[in-house]
């Protein structure tokens, strides 16, 4: 994995180049902060010539080790206006890391957006037309890339909302089993490769070998210890049952579920949209459901579902927490099959889910439809598609559509919509909101787990809990797992050291794979503060430090100050 | 001039106070700069309760100066996110002045947004519930409140966008004659404004005495040599004949005239919408038509007129000349008729026309409708005030207007759209675009009336002038004088310092006066850099940085760096 495809999109032209040795450390999230910083002009337009779209594997993409093979892609967010980066899972990025791609490099833009289609095989690298797609969705996009390029090829596009340039454009990318859609969803990354007229890209990895790996003994040690204790872990038996949405019935419990545009963090439907709901309807209902199933290919975790309707067909897949609880409660919405039906529309647009419901969400309050109404909330999701302009409004985004509304309740920080975990009844999150280079994201630094140990109510302790898993997530975003295997590293902080020493032969303490984190939130840090966005400039929106979240009846009260002393914060001794 | 009105727009409270000996000494910009820096925290919610929309007079409002009586209008900007001031005429500034009211400061938010109007008069000082009010264009707002109030009121509003709270929502105050509404339109004021609830200020000074000035004779004296300089100035007399349209000829000759959405300076029907086309039909429609009028009662200049159609109807008052621009040429509209209509319609819904013109030119370029399309344009704007989706998003300025089209040639800059001088061709006012803290505003510094000194391709000494403009302009806000009696203050430097005197018995060397400028520029300066906006992260758009302006085909190539030093130059001794 010691290559990089420059694609200038302007020239359509394709360059393959050798990475250094320096850049050859470089992986994932860390990986694209390093590009952003020194090719990208922070100021650029991101839907300009400057901004660059970056695909990346993580430093252990290539291995054999359970969640690898995860696809880090980036650049200079639509919505944030900072540095981006967004994990997804699904089979493209595995494939990539089998064709030894370390990066795709997107860059310039054309003035004819007519879809392009980059397609890499062992032998070749080059871009295609494939006018035909224009404005398909992603099912149909997929299906006609499937039938042109094989069911073994590893796909990921950009639905109508991409190829519109709407800010909340995510990028899809196909699940193992051909059934399941992943969304890179945060930071509306699939405008940016919509304005580089990049609607799709194939990876057939069908000659390509497995990357050589430094001590492949070592590594299916490794492989063996860390598969292990995951499959000890409660959590991951929990995950594997009933998927992310495991997590609704803790999070409505603790008061931090989203609900009526964030006006309650309880829903009194929750049962009805909870992980044992779905779980008990993917089993009776049969067909097409399932459950338990590895996203990437093994996958020990085996998180995700394809949930079907009442006759058994699939409905969406797979079905998400923070997607159930923004296009769910967030909305008033307790019916599954509404909610799923909802999901799978954002899917079909190639848009953000949670940024999708929170804009919803705003519309409702402002009057545009009713809180509960779904078939209003679909018929939204199908205009992003078709590219009206209320349905480009909600495909911009929650700001944006709050700013057309003229909305003073708008559930955002630096832009981005807040996810499925309400800061005033677990404030170590909001911290992460505030603090974090990505804005409001779950996936930067998610306290729902420290929610046992430190009071998500208080404000001790919550600067520390947030400064901890920021550090965790960037690591792991580079490595290329899963945010799930953090269990493994918690009991045993070796294994970093163990396998990267395995797949490169590198000596790294744990301290060394700390540093890498550090590494990135410093360099993604530079980045937003050359670009305006630093953290000194946004803080939870105001409405949360005034209106209390029933039922816990708390605001977020933690001080601005406290929050910018984050990075003074020094990282534990030996584990994350 | 020494009270100041603080209306707590929840609580529902007015309180009267005494402004300190030191508050005394700030006016118009000045005061508006002081008390943001002061009272208002710059990462607030625009349009949230910690935003404050104040109106201030400036330091010689109350004199019988030509022009004298401007009223400034700011607050934190929608658009720009940073520091604003908006200058107006009309008859409420005056007056306000006249009853001794130095600021009027709204505060804080309501819940319920039932339209409210502030009265004041020599008695009372109240809000009034006018729920008749809510969503009346303009005209018939103006209308029902000279109803109640009677005709000598003076009276300023906002229309449907304003209490829609869009982000390019204007104020509107009422001219001299009553036939006039001018507009402070650019920043998106009148969205803060509304998000206070508040629909309209009515100024009743029919028992307010003039101000007691320190030296009347004095007064009287400078006023004369004031307006003898003003009378005198071949300006002054082409401002009388032809308004502001005067310039468009100008502007079309040097290649700076916005013409379908920036892609030419030049428009192939410039003569068919100027000053002199206007002028003429102005003489030959007759009926209400009128030219050569004063905004403000007393003014020398009195480049306002009633536009008629042609069966002399006024179908608006005034037209000017970024609103024929920006609704003319930029739209591909040459048809005069149809741009007074357009700019009827943007002063009927309270917005910015030129937000708007610009907006509508993105909106074209994006295929919402052709380019020249007057109908489809007009339809635009009535949707503005109808608050449909697209008007919405019309009406919430260029920036969002080209996020949710996904545009990536919007001519903005820090968020507000880019007036009737492209940059390009006039380089100086680029400079000014990128480094005033007002963002992309012609009445922060415009460098057209140097392109006769200072040639308007070269990029020599344009930071140079626009520093100076920039200067020139923060005195003449704070002074409450119009921006078109430079040439007097250009001629007679002394005049300042002996208006002061004449009004105040203050002691100001020209230099002092000068320094009045320098912390205002600094004040607001400090506001957004607080606020996340300084001048380090904004550029002209990137595409006129690329695409050559015809006809003289030259792109923006001032360095950022060498605008950056801009506040490096030291003012020049003893003028502007």
Redesign the interface.
Known sequence: MNKWVRVNTCEGTVHVERCSDQELRWGGRNLIAKLLLREVPP???P????NKLILSEGLLGDTILATAGRLSIGGKS?LTGGAKESSVGGEAGRKMARLGIKAIIFED?PADLTPRVLFISKKECRLLEMPELARLAVSETFSRLQERFGDEAGLMCIGPAGE????AAAVAVQGEDGAQVRLAGRGGLG?VL??KGIKAIVFDDQEAKPAEVYDAKKMREVSRAFSRILLEDPKTENRHKFGTPAVLSLCNELGILPTRNFSSGRFERADDISGETIANLIETRGGEARRGLPCIRGCVIRCANVFADARGRKSVASIQYENIALLGANLNIGEIDEVAELNHLCNEAGIDAIEAGAAIGVAMEAGVLAFGDAEGAKDLLRQVSQG???G??IG?GVT?TG????A?RVPAVKGQAIPAYDPRALKGIGVTYVTSPMGADHTAGNALETAGAVDPLGTQGQVEVSRRLQLRAAVLDSLGLCLFVRPAFVKDPSLFGRMLHARYGWDLTFEDVQRIGLDVLETEREFNSR????E????V??FMREEPLPPRNSVYDIPMKEMQGIWNVKPPKGVF
Chains 1, 2 share one sequence.
């Open positions: 100021t650029c337009d839907i300009g010539r400057y639509p833009a519109m340039r709407l800010s405008a919509g304005a009206t302009p209320l480009r409004i911009s944006i700013k057309v509304f003229g003073r670009a305006g966005v630093s000194d400039f946004f803080d929106p105001e």
